[in-house]
């Protein structure tokens, strides 16, 4: 039997396996290891006697209402499986409460490279970092491509005033999670919710989409490429414009010291041959004809978001339910990413 795992008990996971996927395993052998670089779901490695598996589970305390439903990302999962957008195979979902519980899910080992640093990215070619930025804004075009209708997700959320539901959503996550009074979240918060915009296009939208949540190949076993996206966890019916924006936060431009500052993909893209986060938002606007003259906006509500998952992740490191390392550094962010976020509604200098 595996060992125990913070979150993983191998006993009760044993079990399940054995019914849920006795093709994978059959009582032999198996073995696990947490995967680092994820700040808020905990997913694993199992190597079982049939195969390599994925599995992903809520955080272990500081869960708020309607966040971490795995049910919800094995639906998404199953819905694109299939489709141009290359996602994970899901394989089971278990809801019992007697194995973990938490509802948690399981899906196929994507072979591949996750580059989660700029120790990661600083190896490849510049040739390689256009090619795979190339490929990453592709693969965001082709998911607000996908009709939600076609591949079952018609109802996977409401289909108008996204932008207005979101900031109330996360403004009421920050009441929830906030560890210390911060001004300038407060008068973000108040400044999205004056310029909010009318309703645009509707389509499935990630949520959380950047390079470090993708599996990629690369040379010399295949041409640079993401070959599946992870951690949909935030995914819905949305404004497309607003995940390119989420996109963009993340994008560390060459020289941006302030961004190296926040921990989430701090360096991933700060070296030659990866283009600049302008340069990405024309690339994404050519291809899909979407209309970016309120992109200002969207980077408001993208930084203020990042802000508030960073808080809560915070909450839990200060409570001791944190597993990994780099979480201290998760905190003094957060008011770094509410000023860029002001900024960014030309509401500070």
């Keep these: 039997m595996a060992d125990d795992l913070p979150g993983l008990p191998a006993a009760p996971v044993e079990r399940w396996l054995r019914e849920a996927l006795p093709e994978l395993f059959d009582g032999g052998p198996w073995r696990t290891e947490l995967i680092s670089g994820g700040l808020s779901n905990i997913t694993y490695r199992l190597w079982l006697p049939g195969g ?56 196929r080992d994507v072979p591949g490279s996750v580059l989660r640093t700029g120790t990661d990215t600083e190896p490849l070619s510049p040739a390689v970092r256009g090619e795979l930025a190339a490929s990453l804004i592709a693969v965001l075009a082709d998911l607000h491509d996908v009709s939600p209708d076609a591949v079952g997700l018609g109802d996977y959320g409401r289909r108008s005033g996204y932008c207005v539901r979101q900031i109330k959503t996360w403004g009421a996550q920050w009441e929830r999670s906030r560890t210390r009074d911060l001004p300038d979240m407060d008068t973000l918060l108040a400044r999205l919710a004056e310029l909010a915009p009318e309703d645009s296009a509707c389509t499935i939208v990630h949520g959380d989409f950047r390079l470090d949540n993708t599996v990629v190949s690369l040379p010399p076993d295949e041409p640079p490429r993401v070959v599946a996206v992870l951690d949909w966890e935030l995914s819905t019916l949305g404004d497309p414009i607003a995940d390119l924006a989420t996109t963009l936060s993340y994008w560390h431009d060459p020289g ?94």
């Design 52 to 107: 390599t598996v994925i599995l992903r589970r809520p955080p272990l305390a500081h869960v708020l209402p309607r966040a971490h439903d795995m049910a919800r990302e094995y639906r998404v999962l199953r819905a694109l499986f299939g489709t141009p957008v290359p996602v994970p195979e899901p394989l089971a979902l278990c809801s019992d409460p007697d194995v973990l519980g938490v509802t948690f899910y399981v899906m």
């Design 256 to 349: 941006d010291v302030e961004r190296g500052e926040i921990p989430v993909s701090a360096g991933l893209t700060d070296h030659p041959g990866f283009p600049t986060a302008e340069s990405l938002a024309a690339t994404y606007a050519a291809r899909t004809g979407r209309d970016l003259g309120n992109l200002s906006f969207y980077l408001g509500l993208a930084w203020m978001k990042l802000a508030v998952i960073c808080e809560g992740v915070h909450a839990r490191y200060l409570g001791g339910q944190t597993l990994g390392e780099g979480y201290a550094k998760v905190g003094p962010a957060v008011p770094l990413l509410a000023a860029r976020g002001l900024r960014a509604l030309g509401c500070a200098d």
